[in-house]
């Protein structure tokens, strides 16, 4: 699906990789590169251009949060040398941003620009100011151009493909949101030389999780490469971005809106993952990753209960996690808060919890088959006190 083979991308000769995301008339590019600062400007106009609203855009609002606002300020010139006049609106760092307030103070900065609907959205910054600019580009006039310029691993790997946009409510995580494609994802990964490492680790957890659903062979490579992606080492990483982003790409161009079931299997971890996010609050101990990290160690020991899988895949998934730094329980949170937030899951039907789990590495399945009682033990050892 790239144009070359991940890992035998051609650095030398025309830098980077591109991931085509297959949709019809919404279909777009995903360029990663490393260290190509004044390639997005190009990027941007061509990705637009190739859109019919984008066509011709000569505005922008970049939407960005303060910790990334000076990388954000510079796509905003790359914009201004496309012909594209941007204003740069940074929200405050963190998931409390991904809120309908936030999203209705960008709204008004886009009716003050008196925005026409071929202006564009552009995020650049993490899953937080990609979900939420996409929110605001996707209800703004109905509609207008959304490109990401993800900055974050998980943003990379995960958040800025796909077309997901959502902000929170309290009770529950993305409840209010759209499918609404980017015109072209343009992922730079020199960008997370100045990333926290915990926020590096996050990343890992949903990189982790394309192995456990989709690709056996590529979960053994994240163990062997564990250490080379926390030390960024760029080749390793454009490869680990592009083959997620492949992957991503496969299901997304199958399932976009999530309704054959396909979709579904992106959200590994998440029925427990969104729980602990709510249940713990927003922007509290738990970042995204870490909460999918120790929902997806609860999730497999969840099929373990079913009798789909034996111990050993839980044990191997829990240690990778460990080594990565990531957490692989969540002690002290409440299993009956964290059950009534798992009634508000937006996979639910019927009035039953639906839980995508494993059926050995690299094949996992859609299934409402957990008794309460089953999710009581595993809630149980979720949130035991550590030992
Ligand atoms: N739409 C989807 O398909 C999808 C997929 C996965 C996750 N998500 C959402 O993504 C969000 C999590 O995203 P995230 O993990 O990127 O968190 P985030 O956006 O909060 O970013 C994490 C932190 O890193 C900072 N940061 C970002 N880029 C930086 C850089 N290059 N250098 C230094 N600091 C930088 C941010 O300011 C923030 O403090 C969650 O809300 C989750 O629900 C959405
Ligand atoms: O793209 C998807 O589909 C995913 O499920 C990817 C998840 O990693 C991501 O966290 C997504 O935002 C979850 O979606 P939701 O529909 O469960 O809110
Ligand atoms: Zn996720």
């Not at 990789?17 to 360029?31: F, K, Q």
Request: charged share 20%.
């Amino acid at each position: 699906m790239t144009d070359r083979p991940p890992d035998q991308d051609d650095q030398a000769t025309s830098p980077g990789l591109t991931v085509p995301v297959p949709l019809g008339d919404r279909s777009y590019a995903i360029r990663i590169v490393s260290g190509d600062p004044i390639g997005f400007g190009p990027f941007a106009r061509s990705s637009l251009d190739a859109s019919r609203a984008g066509r011709g855009c000569r505005v922008a609002l970049v939407v960005t949060d303060a910790n990334v606002a000076a990388l954000a300020s510079r796509h905003a010139e790359a914009l201004a040398g496309q012909g594209i006049a941007a204003e740069v609106a940074a929200v405050p760092p963190g998931e409390g941003s991904k809120s309908l307030d936030q999203a209705a103070v960008l709204l008004d900065r886009l009716i003050a620009m008196k925005a026409d609907r071929h202006a564009a959205v552009v995020a650049v910054g993490g899953g937080v100011v990609g979900d939420l600019a996409g929110f605001v580009a996707a209800t703004y006039a109905r509609g207008v151009p959304l490109l990401m310029a993800p900055t974050t691993l998980l943003a990379q790997v995960d958040s800025s493909v796909g077309g997901k946009v959502a902000v929170n409510r309290p009770a529950a995580k993305n409840i209010v949101g759209a499918f609404h494609q980017p015109v072209g994802v343009w992922i730079d990964t020199d960008s997370l030389e100045s990333l926290p490492p915990r926020e590096l680790r996050c990343g890992m957890a949903e990189v982790v999780k394309y192995g456990v659903i989709l690709d056996a062979s590529f979960f053994d490579e994240v163990e062997r490469t564990a250490d080379a992606m926390l030390a960024l080492e760029p080749g390793v990483v454009r490869r680990v971005v592009a083959r997620c982003c492949e992957l991503k790409a496969e299901v997304v161009s199958q399932d976009e809106r999530e309704q054959t079931g396909l979709r579904a299997v992106l959200n590994f971890g998440h029925t427990i993952g969104h729980a602990i996010e709510a249940v713990a609050g927003y922007g509290g101990p738990f970042q995204h990753g870490e909460a999918v990290s120790a929902g997806m160690v609860a999730e497999a020991r969840l099929a373990e209960r079913l009798g789909w899988i034996d111990d050993s895949l839980a044990d191997r998934l829990s240690n990778l996690l460990r080594l990565l730094g990531l957490p692989t329980s969540a002690p002290g949170l409440d299993p009956d808060a964290l059950l009534d937030a798992m009634t508000l899951d937006k996979k639910n039907r019927g009035g039953r919890i639906r839980f995508v789990l494993p059926r050995r590495l690299g094949l996992v399945e859609l299934t409402d088959a957990p008794t309460e009682a089953d999710l009581r033990v595993v809630l149980g050892e979720l949130t035991s006190p550590a030992v």
